[in-house]
C-alpha cells in the first residue's frame, strides 16, 4: 500500500472560487484504488497543526500538491504552509539543515534531506494559455517551460530529498476553459505516474 498526501492549495477569490482545483482533488481521491492507496490531505482555507503537517510529509510516499497558479507563483496560503510547516521541519525531521556542517565543508548546500525515496507531483491551474510555454517568440516567458517558472517549488522538494514525477498542467482555465479534457488528461496522468508508477 502506497500512502499520498494531498495539499489542496487552492485560494479563493471573487473572481475564482478555487472549484476546479478542488474538483482535482476530489478526483484523485476517487481515482486512487482504495486496496492500494491510503489519503491523507490538508487544505490551506482550514486550520492545520505544523507537527502533524510534518508528520503527513513524513508518513507519505508521494505528496501531491494541486495548486492554481496566482502571480506566476504559489498562492500565498500555500507560501505562508512552507515558511511555516517547511521551516519547522528542519530539525531533522524534513531535512537536516541545509546539509552542509563546519566539520565538512565539501557537503553541498541543499543536502541535507531526509525525505529520500519519496517523490511529489506538482498538479496546476492555469489561466495562461498552453502556448505562452516552451516557445521563445512568447511575450511573457520567453521559451521558459511550465518547470522553469515553478523551479523554487520544485527546489523546495529537492531540499528534502524528494523526486519530482512529472508536472499536471491545466491551461486557460478562466479565458477558454476545456475542463472536460483537463480531466481526461488529469485522470490520464495520475493513472500512468502515480497508480501504474
Known sequence: MKNIF????????EFSKGTLNKSLVERIKNLLPKE???IKTTTMKDDYNIDEEIAKHQWADIILVQMPVNWMATPWSFKRYQDYVYSFGMDGRLCAGD???????TKQYGTGGTLEGKKYML???FNAPKD???????YLFEGKSVDDLFFPTHMNFRFFGMEALPTFAAYDVMKNPDIENDFVRFDAHIQKHIIKA
Request: net charge negative; hydrophobic share 25%.
Open 36 to 38: 492500494d492507496f491510503e
Open 99 to 105: 546539509g552542509r556542517t563546519r566539520q565538512d565543508a
Open 123 to 125: 498538479s496546476l491551474t
Open 132 to 138: 505562452a510555454f516552451n516557445d521563445g517568440n512568447q
Open 6 to 13: 494531498i495539499i489542496n492549495g487552492h485560494e479563493e477569490y
